[in-house]
């Protein structure tokens, strides 16, 4: 069996509402809820891809990258019989906007609580992310 590498990005999307933080998660035709991403095409870098992804995905425009977070995470899944190395840079970023237009990628979208996106996240990968994303808010990163 062959190998092949695979690289990602993609963004755990926010919006702050007058009830709260919400986390956008998108229901991929598989059936399984996770964030925005897709495949890092040559001449962009992680962050790029993320915006280009989310604005592709989501029709979301203006994102707006929390600094300093980045995680990365790895898996492999089998395609057309190889086994491929997955490498995913998500990021974390704001959205002021709420309305979603989803690609044919995707069947559906929910703004969530951290505590219902918690239940509806599908891979425990996506639910470590969540868990970041959320400490990142308790414990910011200091920009000194």
Do not use: C
Not at 123 to 139: G, M, P, Q, W
Request: proline share 4%; net charge neutral; hydrophobic share 35%.
């Amino acid at each position: 069996m062959t190998r092949s590498e695979e690289r990602s990005a993609g963004a755990l999307i926010f919006n702050q509402t007058p009830t709260g933080r919400r986390y956008l998660l998108l229901k991929y035709p598989a059936g399984h809820w996770d964030f925005p991403k897709g495949n890092i095409e040559e001449g962009e870098v992680p962050e790029q891809t993320m915006v280009r992804e989310v604005r592709e995905e989501t029709g979301l425009v203006n994102v707006v990258p929390v600094r300093g977070f980045r995680k990365v995470i790895e898996y492999f899944y089998k395609r057309d019989g190889r086994k491929i190395h997955k490498e995913v840079t998500f990021f974390l970023a704001e959205s002021k906007e709420d309305r979603v237009v989803l690609s044919f990628e995707h069947r559906e979208y929910a703004w969530l609580t951290y505590d219902e996106a918690l239940k509806l996240v599908t891979y425990s990968n996506s639910t470590k992310l969540l868990r970041a994303a959320e400490d990142a808010f308790k414990n910011p990163i200091s920009t000194g």
